[in-house]
C-alpha cells in the first residue's frame, strides 16, 4: 500500500501564496508520477499540476505562471508553490500518486483545504 500525507494549505489573501507539501511512503514503484488536483464546492476534480519521476511537468492553463510543481524524489515528496492567488482558485487540494503495474495504481492523499479571500 501507499500513504500520502499532505501538509500546507489554510486561508490567504488574493494576491498571496501558500505552498502545499505531499509526503509518499510504502510499496512505491517508480517510474510514477506525483501530482495535485483539486475539486470546489459543486465542480468536479480537476488536474492542477504533476509531475514525473523524470520532473516533466504539466499545469492546468488556469494555473500556469503562478502555481509551481517539484518533487524531490530520494524523499518521495511533491511540492506545490501557489504564487498570486485568486479567489477561484479555492479548493480542497488532494494529492496524487500513481505507477503502472500492469494496470495504473493511483493513491490520494486526504485533502487540503486552500480558501483565498478577495
Known amino acids: 500500500q501507499v500513504q500520502l500525507v499532505e501538509s500546507g494549505g489554510g486561508l490567504v489573501q488574493a494576491g498571496g501564496s501558500l505552498r502545499l507539501s505531499c509526503a509518499a511512503s510504502?510499496?512505491?514503484?517508480?517510474?510514477?508520477?506525483m501530482g495535485w488536483y483539486r475539486q470546489a464546492p459543486g465542480k468536479q476534480r480537476e488536474l492542477v499540476a504533476r509531475?514525473?519521476?523524470?520532473?516533466?511537468?504539466n499545469y492546468a492553463d488556469s494555473v500556469k505562471g503562478r502555481f509551481t510543481i517539484s518533487r524531490d524524489n530520494a524523499k518521495n515528496m511533491v511540492n506545490l508553490q501557489m504564487n498570486n492567488l485568486k479567489p477561484e482558485d479555492t479548493a480542497v487540494y488532494y494529492c496524487?500518486?500513481?505507477?503502472?503495474?500492469?494496470?495504473?495504481?493511483?493513491?490520494w492523499g486526504q485533502g487540503t483545504q486552500v480558501t483565498v479571500s478577495s
Open positions: 509531475i514525473n519521476s523524470g520532473g516533466i511537468t
Open positions: 496524487n500518486l500513481y505507477f503502472f503495474v500492469g494496470t495504473r495504481k493511483d493513491y
Open positions: 510504502g510499496s512505491i514503484v517508480s517510474p510514477n508520477v
